[in-house]
């Protein structure tokens, strides 16, 4: 069963170690020590904290189409060149890059600090597990 460090369990919500530690003093996660002394979270108990606490969705409410997956976030960069536009979007821990007609940059009036969500509809999705560290 996998464990996780407060560090590592507050990277993969997207908030600081102090909510962690806050959500464990008010008994919404439960931090255990493991064999080495260490304080951790049981990897079921973080998935279950990350469906109840951190809903992906909060920021902005998600547009009604057949897209199942939204990314709401803030543009943070914008590359145009003649016909087509690089849009970034920071949506809590994760990047999400968008490729899109210059056109379509310009009507929807994307420019770095706008509140942005970016859809995804994919048939592929792969998944990894993260490399071991050294």
Same mark, same amino acid.
């Given at each position: 069963?996998?464990?996780?460090?407060?560090?590592?369990?507050?990277?993969? @919500?997207?908030?600081?170690?102090? +909510?962690? %530690?806050?959500?464990?003093?008010?008994?919404?996660? *439960?931090?255990?020590? #493991? /064999?080495?002394?260490?304080?951790?979270?049981?990897?079921?108990?973080?998935?279950?904290?990350?469906?109840?606490?951190?809903?992906?969705?909060?920021? @902005?409410?998600?547009?009604?189409? +057949?897209? %199942?997956?939204?990314?709401?976030?803030?543009?943070? *960069?914008?590359?145009? #060149? /003649?016909?087509?536009?690089?849009?970034?979007?920071?949506?809590?821990?994760?990047?999400?890059?968008?490729?899109?007609?210059?056109?379509?940059?310009?009507?929807?009036?994307?420019?770095?600090?706008?509140?942005?969500?970016?859809?995804?509809?994919?048939?592929?999705?792969?998944? #990894?597990?993260?490399?071991?560290?050294?």
């Amino acid at each position: 069963m996998p464990y996780f460090r407060i560090s590592e369990a507050a990277r993969l @919500l997207g908030v600081s170690d102090d +909510s962690v %530690r806050r959500w464990a003093d008010q008994e919404r996660l *439960s931090i255990v020590q #493991d /064999g080495a002394g260490r304080m951790v979270i049981d990897g079921v108990e973080l998935a279950r904290v990350a469906q109840q606490l951190v809903p992906s969705e909060a920021a @902005l409410p998600a547009p009604a189409e +057949s897209a %199942r997956n939204h990314f709401p976030g803030l543009v943070t *960069s914008v590359r145009k #060149d /003649g016909v087509m536009a690089q849009v970034e979007i920071q949506a809590g821990p994760h990047r999400v890059v968008s490729l899109m007609s210059r056109e379509a940059a310009e009507e929807l009036g994307l420019d770095v600090g706008v509140a942005a969500i970016a859809s995804v509809k994919a048939t592929n999705v792969v998944v #990894d597990l993260p490399r071991e560290r050294p």
